[in-house]
């Protein structure tokens, strides 16, 4: 089972919780989440391509998925340092402020709830987000080229290119790649020809389109589409579990956050 709602406290984030464990993959999305499995905290860093779900291991799963670019500051750690991984938040922070935080989470019925607190707190203690990351994310999500992007927040494309590393663990033009996926993936499940998909979502033609899905998804179109109708995928982020054994071992379920399918 697998469920999510929008953080009331924190813009673009999103809190979920997912119960059970399976096979199913894991897309690569620009976010970064802290988890809460099986009583621990750990930190899903920017993935670059398909993980397989199950390599954190566990049988019950929450998480908050932090928009593109705004988890650096939450956590003190570029996000370049946790692309594709999964790690501990205690190899990041002391052991006894993780001891601690963890208990206040449990304290909590909704796991998801203590989670969205101490994400509240640190991004408090934070200040504001970084402007220049958000606009950057916008921009790529809709399309832009790096070139424009850079021109139009004012930096050269090799600081650009600096600072996306740290923001969100890869350069401007990966992050474009990444979400221009995540468009055309969002096309691909409400049936769209693959043309279309391709057309619509910025790809030079249905042959790049397939290239990208392979490099980043690790599938073809035609078996992404195929394995989220079996599974029943909807919403905006796929995030539905297949609906039987052999869908699940196929459905790629396109974020960072998730840990299993």
């Known amino acids: ?142 399309g832009q080229g790096v070139a424009a992007v850079a021109a139009a927040v004012g930096l050269g494309e090799r600081q650009l290119h600096r600072r996306s590393l740290d923001a969100f663990g890869y350069g401007p033009r990966t992050l474009g790649r990444i979400l221009r996926l995540q468009r055309a993936l969002a096309l691909t499940r409400r049936g769209l020809p693959h043309a279309e998909v391709a057309q619509a979502a910025g790809y030079a033609d249905q042959a790049h389109y397939a290239r990208e899905v392979r490099a980043l998804a690790g599938t073809t179109p035609g078996g992404y589409a195929a394995a989220s109708a079996a599974g029943g995928q909807a919403g905006p982020d796929a995030r539905g579990q297949a609906g039987s054994a052999a869908a699940k071992r196929e459905t790629p379920l396109p974020s960072g956050s998730r840990t299993t399918a």
């Open 1 to 142: 089972m697998y469920e999510e709602r929008p953080s009331r406290v924190l813009p673009g984030a999103v809190l979920w919780r997912a119960t059970g464990a399976g096979a199913g993959v894991v897309l690569p999305d620009g976010c970064m989440d802290l988890l809460w499995v099986d009583g621990r905290l750990l930190v899903a860093g920017p993935d670059t391509a398909a993980h397989p779900a199950g390599e954190v291991p566990g049988t019950g799963f929450a998480g908050i998925r932090l928009a593109p670019g705004t988890a650096p500051a939450l956590l003190g750690v570029p996000a370049s340092a946790l692309r594709d991984r999964r790690v501990e938040l205690a190899d990041l922070w002391p052991a006894a402020e993780v001891r601690r935080l963890a208990g206040r989470v449990a304290s909590y019925e909704d796991p998801c709830s203590g989670l969205e607190e101490l994400a509240r707190l640190r991004a408090d203690e934070a200040g504001p987000a970084d402007a220049l990351a958000r606009e950057v994310a916008a921009r790529l999500r809709a």
